[in-house]
């Protein structure tokens, strides 16, 4: 008989420690990680040389990714995903408008920004202003783009950037970011829970 209240002691001496030490693991872990809200800005042509300013889309949401045409991985997927998005919203997707921002202006619009954000989605617009307001308009998303040289790409160069798909509020106010390789569905389902 004194065998199974030890045992019992036992077995109660051990989920108490076990308690205790995922109370420990979870006060050990970082705090999560919580974006600031700000509100971007830009100020950059269309294609059509047309000013296109954050203010001018007040009451939509915003899928803005900042990228390049001649980007080989990143972009493209970035942007089929966006046209998935766009195609499962149906009805709605009048209240969501997305934008591609170019970090190589210059040569984007001579390679044809309208054309190559048009083979996505028609929705898709292509935005692409010079050095200055493009470098203002990176700074105000807070996203990190440079030239880099490559003999193997067009022009000896390329560009890096970053790869995150950014979600505008209809008050112009940050929502969220999405990162490379978050599925469609989960961006859509995202979006229509806002809607």
């Known amino acids: 008989m004194t065998r199974i209240p030890l045992l019992r002691k036992i077995l109660w001496g051990m989920v108490v420690l076990a308690a205790i030490g995922a109370v420990v693991v979870q006060l050990r872990q970082p705090a999560p990680r919580v974006e600031a809200a700000f509100r971007p800005e830009f ?4 294609a059509a040389g047309k000013i296109r300013t954050n203010a ?18 990143v972009c493209p997927t970035t942007l089929a995903e966006v046209a ?14 997305p934008l591609f921002i170019s970090v190589d202006p210059e040569r984007d619009r001579r390679l044809g920004l309208t054309e190559f954000t048009a083979a996505f989605h028609p929705s898709i617009l292509g935005l692409a202003g010079d050095d200055a307001a493009t470098r203002a308009a990176a700074d105000s998303f807070k996203i990190f783009f ?12 390329t560009m890096s950037h970053s790869p995150r798909l950014y979600l505008i509020g209809p008050e112009g106010d940050w929502l969220r970011q999405y990162d490379y390789g978050t599925p469609a569905t989960e961006i859509l389902a995202d979006l ?3 809607l």
């Open 146 to 157: 440079e030239r880099e040289p490559d003999a193997a790409a067009p022009d000896g160069f």
């Open 192 to 194: 229509k829970s806002r």
């Open 43 to 46: 100020s950059l042509a269309d």
């Open 84 to 97: 998935q998005v766009m195609e499962g919203l149906q009805t709605q997707a009048a209240k969501v408008q």
């Open 56 to 73: 001018e889309f007040r009451g939509r949401y915003l899928l803005v990714f900042f990228g390049f045409t001649n980007c080989p991985d």
